[in-house]
């Protein structure tokens, strides 16, 4: 009777053993549950802040040109981040390269230059992508870059762009501009600016470009479709002139 009594305490010692380790067990895996789903709700909010800094450009009323350079600026430090730091364990998976698509056959049409334009005249539509970073796009949103251009020279360039007319050919406005010039700088005009095709800083060229760059910052651009996104993250951007 008294072995009988040992072996039912030994076997309900055991049973509570049993008991506590399986309710141990339950309670390590809900908390390795809690804390990947922790961990998951973290990477997932840390992408949609990510997504979120690309997403705000995607107004229905559309963005100005001056947006959409600080978006392809955005673009470009992403894809060389991942390139020259190879940024790993991030909710953001850097080998995803990002690719932002502009047409701009509308804009070309309404304030081209034609021959004289700093945008092809062949194919409107550019890209910045990881392959095809230095780009028409590219070198058109550097090329007048303040730290290239004193303050004096965009102030001229701000006035004799706006003399500029696209309507016009290079010869016509090379004469409106010439008379102008002993109104707002006469030591370009008495230099001889445009006199015989002669011109000094800053060219004529330089003028036309100015007056497209100018043109482009204050111009509306929409979304073409729909974003394209990979496993939750944001890849390719498309838009074009706003008409």
Do not use: H
Request: proline share 1%; hydrophobic share 35%.
């Amino acid at each position: 009777m008294e072995n009988a009594s040992k072996a039912l305490l030994m076997a309900g010692g055991i049973l509570i053993a049993i008991l506590i380790i399986g309710a141990l067990l339950l309670m390590v895996n809900r908390i390795g549950d809690y804390q990947r789903g922790q961990a998951s709700s973290v990477k997932d909010s840390q992408l949609a802040k990510f997504n979120l800094d690309f997403e705000r450009y995607f107004d229905d009323k559309g963005i100005l040109g001056t947006d959409l350079i600080s978006l392809a600026n955005k673009v470009i430090d992403y894809n060389d981040r991942g390139d020259q730091l190879g940024v790993k364990n991030s909710s953001v998976n850097y080998d995803i390269k990002m690719t932002l698509n502009l047409d701009m056959t509308g804009f070309k049409q309404k304030y081209g230059n034609g021959d004289n334009s700093m945008f092809s005249s062949n194919n409107p539509r550019y890209t910045i992508d990881a392959n095809n970073r230095k780009n028409s796009l590219r070198n058109m949103m550097n090329l007048y870059n303040e730290q290239n251009f004193t303050v004096a020279d965009i102030a001229l360039l701000k006035k004799l762009s706006s003399i500029y007319d696209t309507s016009k050919n290079k010869t016509k406005n090379i004469e409106d501009i010439r008379n102008e010039l002993k109104y707002i700088n006469t030591s370009l005009y008495n230099s001889g600016w445009g006199v015989n095709g002669r011109t000094s800083s800053p060219s004529i060229d330089q003028i036309a470009y100015y007056k497209e760059y100018s043109e482009f910052k204050s111009s509306t651009f929409e979304m073409d479709g729909d974003p394209i996104y990979n496993n939750g993250q944001i890849q390719t951007m498309s838009f074009k002139f706003k008409e």
